[in-house]
């Protein structure tokens, strides 16, 4: 049984930071990219940023120069920084993990970035 388990999201001011972690139990094969979504009320649910097996990243424009991903292939973790947060930021943040067969989604984790 594979489970995605996340952790780090919480209430951050503006211009804050968070870390996003996203650790994998179970048994995982043949993985083609891992990454972050999040969807905020009301909207749809978009990628925020991706990583592939051998290290490729791509990120929204919205995102770019400010989130980072990160993974650590050997453990089946992805993290995300994120820095300069805004307000538009807010949504609720979900890992993926994605295998040639199926996507394994986390549970998802809150993100308000507010004043």
């Known amino acids: 049984q594979v489970q995605l388990v996340e952790s780090g999201g919480g209430l951050v001011q503006p211009g804050g930071s968070l870390r996003l972690s996203c650790a994998a139990s179970?048994?995982?094969?043949?993985?083609?990219?891992m990454g972050w979504y999040r969807q905020a009320p009301g909207k749809q649910r978009e990628l925020v940023a991706a990583?592939?097996?051998?290290?490729?990243?791509n990120y929204a424009d919205s995102v770019k120069g400010r989130f980072t991903i990160s993974r650590d292939n050997a453990k089946n973790t992805v993290d995300l920084q994120m820095n300069s947060l805004k307000p538009e930021d807010t949504a609720v943040y979900y890992c993926?993990?994605?295998?040639?067969?199926?996507?394994?989604w986390g549970q998802g984790t809150q993100v308000t970035v507010s004043s």
């Open positions: 993926l993990i994605a295998t040639p067969a199926i996507g394994y």
């Open positions: 179970g048994s995982i094969f043949s993985i083609n990219a």
């Open positions: 990583i592939t097996s051998g290290g490729s990243t």
